[in-house]
C-alpha cells in the first residue's frame, strides 16, 4: 500500500513526466511551468486549476490518473477514479460520440477544442469545454494511453 500523498507516489511522479513529456511532444507546448525535479512538477499538476485526466490501453480504457480537479469534478477518490472505465465519465448515449474523438486523437496525436457531455459518479451532468486530448507515448513513441486536459466546464 502507498503512504503519503498521491502527488508523491513513485508511480504517479513517473507518470506526470511521461503525461508532460506527452503533451510538449504532440502541442508543441507545456502543460504546466516547467522546472524543478519530477516530485515537484508531479505536486504541480496533481493541483493544477484545470482537469487532468488518463486512461491506458487496456481493450475497456481504464482511468489511471486524475489531478485533484478531476476527482472533485468526478467526486471520485483516487482508489476508485483508477478503477473505473473510462469510458463511465461519458453516459451511455454519449459514448459513441467520445469514442469517435478517441480515435481522431489516436490518428492525429491530439486533438483541440474537444466539446462534450461528461457525468460525475452523484450524477451531476456538466459540458466540458475547450478540452486537448492527446496519446501519452514513451520515449520510443510506443502508445501507452490517452489523456485529457480542460479548464472550461459547466453543469447542465
Do not use: C
Not at 103 to 127: C, D, M, P, W
Amino acid at each position: 500500500m502507498y503512504t503519503g500523498p498521491i502527488w508523491t507516489w513513485e508511480s504517479v511522479v513517473g507518470w506526470s513526466q511521461i503525461l508532460l513529456v506527452s503533451y510538449r511532444r504532440w502541442l508543441g507546448a507545456d502543460l504546466i511551468e516547467p522546472g524543478g525535479d519530477p516530485a515537484s512538477q508531479s505536486h504541480r499538476l496533481f493541483h493544477s486549476p484545470f482537469v487532468v485526466v488518463s486512461h491506458g490501453i487496456e481493450d475497456d480504457p481504464v482511468l489511471n490518473y486524475g489531478n485533484l480537479t478531476a476527482l472533485t469534478l468526478w467526486e471520485l477518490p483516487w482508489e476508485e477514479l483508477v478503477r473505473t472505465p473510462s469510458r463511465l465519465t461519458a453516459e451511455p448515449g454519449d459514448r459513441m460520440e467520445r469514442e469517435d474523438m478517441l480515435e481522431q486523437a489516436r490518428t492525429n496525436g491530439h486533438i483541440k477544442n474537444y466539446q462534450g457531455v461528461r457525468i460525475s459518479k452523484s450524477g451531476r451532468r456538466f459540458l466540458i469545454e475547450q478540452a486537448v486530448v492527446w496519446n501519452v507515448v514513451d520515449s520510443r513513441g510506443q502508445r501507452l494511453g490517452q489523456a485529457a486536459t480542460f479548464s472550461h466546464w459547466r453543469f447542465i
